[in-house]
Nanobody, 128 residues
Framework: QEQLVESGGGLVQAGGSLRLSCAAS????????LGWFRQAPEMERVFVGS????????SYADSVKGRFTISRDNAKNTVYLQMNSLKPEDTAVYYC?????????????????????WGQGTQVTVSS
């Protein structure tokens, strides 16, 4: 049973940093593309970033490019989201997601429907 568990959320002042972690219980971690999404109250879930199966390609939403970095540790079955220079508009529940795309080692999907497995989310609140 595949399972994703996020951690690392919290309250931070604008300009601060947080690092989110997502521990994945999956059969073969390297088979999965990993993504981060966020959802603010009464808003749709939107793409933040994703990293390819081989870890070579990263993709980011324009709103976080240059501030957020996604990485993966295949030895620990964990994906991270380092968030720097946080802004109040980054406030949301952050979700990690995983999906398998056989043979597509450099693929970094950006739409929620392409991901099969989801974590329960972790709240990030940025105060002004």
């Amino acid at each position: 049973q595949e399972q994703l568990v996020e951690s690392g959320g919290g309250l931070v002042q604008a300009g601060g940093s947080l690092r989110l972690s997502c521990a994945a219980s999956v059969r073969t971690f390297i088979d999965y593309v990993l993504g981060w999404f966020r959802q603010a109250p009464e808003m749709e879930r939107v793409f933040v970033g994703s990293i390819s199966r081989n870890g070579v390609v990263e993709s980011y939403a324009d709103s976080v490019k240059g501030r957020f970095t996604i990485s993966r540790d295949n030895a620990k079955n964990t994906v991270y989201l380092q968030m720097n220079s946080l802004k109040p508009e980054d406030t949301a529940v952050y979700y990690c997601a995983a999906g398998t795309f056989s043979g597509r080692n450099f693929y970094t999907p950006r739409t929620p429907t392409e991901y099969r497995y989801w974590g329960q989310g972790t709240q990030v609140t940025v105060s002004s």
